[in-house]
């Protein structure tokens, strides 16, 4: 198994000023295709502390990805320091120097003379391009390792991680290169309880080459399938019974698969009827009619979002003069207020959400009442549910339940329903 470690840099990462998601990713892509981080390593930007770590990673690792210090400022140092590591001279690359001042030639911009630096690489390292930056990757020796050098923008890191590393790590380690990975996101059972739920699913495939992974980011989980074969044809061949029987088991609880997401889902299921939606929520700062606007085709659908905190508010905006606005939140609250939604509107179909925080400080126990409503001109389907965790515990779990109840109603599927563990 080969032996891999992470380098994260930068004072920000080291001190918590920002969250250091860029590790996350890389470990989380690498866990994706079989390959396992070993150790992770953070370091400020200190010439010192910074040649330390390269130089233990080189002793212990096979393989090391170094994330940051590539920019043009002179807290940047991953350049320097990796070609004093490796023993070698920085050198000019005129050709990334050209490609840089053709970035800012496109740009009309003119290129700052301290972006010159970023064209300074150690002198046998191996340029790893970056199609959508300046600053330029590469790959060198250090040690017994070979170390890649990515920068700390996440959109660049990701390409060049996906394009470019990852191809050469597989080629490194000696794996079988065809993989594929199906991925199930599901919202409504946890991740012991699909866990259970799935238990065998692997062995379908006697070999071994089929892994069963999850990652819980709440409200959604999501279940992976990675798969490895001689060839794009066999991967398929073993993932196929696989895949069906994840279908079987979790059912109506997967809600997209893969790069799909559930407004999109919700966002296709209307358009595919010429149908148009409005929304309306209590205390989501307006997190679903967000999750759906902005969408390629939300201009056919989405009609109208109302946001406010007070039920007062929120039925004087729909046009329910009089409604009471004081007591229990109920289902048939929702209900109506969805219909005079729909009514105003002239839409499809409207989704109510509306909540009911418990009072007090916020605390793991605190929870909330969800009562949420999908209306259409001649129906309505509602639910009410509990979710407790903290004030923001509840507001994703609401916006999550809001669009997949939207997601089971298009689909004609049970707003609510729920798997007996004692019967899976």
């Not at 700052?112 to 970023?118: A, E, G, I, V, W």
């Not at 690489?121 to 390792?145: K, R, S």
């Not at 394009?163 to 993989?179: V, Y």
Request: aromatic share 4%; hydrophobic share 40%; net charge negative.
């Amino acid at each position: 198994m080969m032996r891999i470690e992470i380098i994260c840099t930068g004072d920000e990462v080291l001190t918590g000023k920002i969250v250091n998601t860029n590790f996350s990713y890389i470990s989380q892509k690498l866990e994706d295709v079989g390959l396992s981080v070993r150790w992770e390593t953070t370091v400020g930007d200190d010439r010192e502390s910074l040649l330390r770590a390269l130089r233990l990673a080189g002793e212990r690792a096979d393989a090391v990805i170094v994330n940051g210090g590539l920019g043009p400022t002179v807290d940047d140092l991953s350049q320097e320091v990796a070609a004093q590591a490796a023993g070698v001279e920085l050198v000019l690359n005129d050709e990334w120097l050209a490609r840089m001042e053709e970035f800012f030639r496109r740009r009309s911009r003119v290129m700052p003379p301290n972006n010159r630096k970023q064209a300074m690489l150690p002198a046998t390292a191996e340029v790893i391009d970056n199609p959508i930056g300046t600053a330029c990757g590469f790959a060198l020796d250090i040690g017994q390792a070979r170390f890649f050098f990515t920068p700390g923008v996440p959109r660049e890191l990701h390409r060049m991680l996906e394009e470019q590393i990852i191809p050469r790590l597989l080629a490194k380690s000696g794996m079988q290169t065809a993989i594929v990975l199906k991925r199930f996101h599901s919202y409504g059972l946890g991740e012991s309880h699909v866990d259970a739920l799935l238990r065998g699913v692997e062995e379908l495939v006697p070999d071994g080459s089929v892994k069963l992974g999850f990652r819980a980011h709440y409200p959604q989980l999501e279940t992976k399938l990675t798969v490895r074969g001689t060839d794009t044809e066999d991967t398929r061949r073993k993932l196929a019974p696989v895949e069906r029987e994840v279908r079987k088991r979790l059912g109506n609880f997967i809600l997209s698969e893969d790069d799909a997401t559930l407004e999109g889902v919700v966002l296709a299921e209307l358009a595919s009827r010429q149908g148009s939606l409005s929304i309306v929520e209590t205390f989501t700062s307006g997190a679903i009619a967000a999750r759906l606007a902005h969408l390629p085709g939300a201009d056919t659908v989405f009609r109208r979002g109302v946001v406010a905190r007070a039920l007062g508010e929120v039925c004087a905006a729909v046009g329910l003069e009089g409604a009471s606005a004081t007591g229990e939140l109920t289902r048939e609250t929702a209900e109506a207020v969805a219909r005079a939604a729909r009514r105003q509107t002239h839409a499809t179909h409207a989704l109510a959400v509306l909540i009911d925080l418990d009072d007090g400080a916020d605390r793991i126990d605190l929870g909330g009442t969800i009562c949420l409503a999908i209306a259409t001109e001649h129906e309505v389907a509602s639910r009410r549910s509990r979710i407790l965790g903290g004030r923001e515990w509840v507001r994703l779990g609401a916006v999550e339940m809001g669009l997949d109840c939207l997601r089971r109603y298009l689909q004609n599927l049970p707003v609510y329903e729920r798997i007996d563990f004692e019967k899976a």
